[in-house]
Structure formats: structure tokens, C-alpha cells
């Protein structure tokens, strides 16, 4: 079951919804079905490979490329 984000094109309100297989999403502020899907963050990526911005730091104590408490010393 997909998460999606919506707004209500009735009252604005913006939300996420666990939408079940062939469910109407209704807005949880002012029940209308009038709804727009919302670009959601997460599904908007890169799509590429991990870069050395989203590896650990090396440990301040022992210099483990894993990271702090990587080791035995912490």
C-alpha cells in the first residue's frame, strides 16, 4: 500500500495518505474527494550512486573509516 501527499482543492489542507488498493482518498479536514496528487519529496531523486557527502566521518578517537563506535575503543 503506497504512502501519497495530496492537497484538497476544496479547503487547501495538505496531507499524506496510506491509500488500500482500490480506495477513494477522501481529505481527513473537510471530507472532499476533490483531491490533487502532490509531488512527494521522497520519490523525486537522483537516482544516482551514494557520494562520499553521505559516508561517516572517521572516528575522532581511533580513526576508524567507519565511523564513531565502529571500533572497540568506544
Known amino acids: 500500500m503506497p504512502i501519497y501527499e495530496y492537497e484538497c ?3 487547501r489542507h495538505g496531507f499524506e495518505l ?3 488498493t482500490g480506495a477513494s482518498p477522501v ?4 471530507a472532499s474527494v ?3 496528487k502532490r ?3 521522497f520519490a523525486v531523486g537522483g537516482g544516482g ?3 562520499a557527502a553521505s ?3 572517521a572516528c575522532g578517537t581511533c580513526g576508524d573509516p567507519r565511523g ?3 571500533c572497540s575503543m568506544n
Do not use: F, K, N
Request: some cysteine.
Open 68 to 70: 564513531a563506535g565502529a
Open 27 to 30: 481529505c481527513p479536514a473537510c
Open 39 to 41: 509531488i512527494s519529496v
Open 9 to 11: 482543492r476544496d479547503c
Open 18 to 20: 496510506l491509500v488500500h
Open 34 to 36: 476533490s483531491l490533487q
Open 55 to 57: 559516508a561517516p566521518e
Open 49 to 51: 550512486t551514494a557520494t
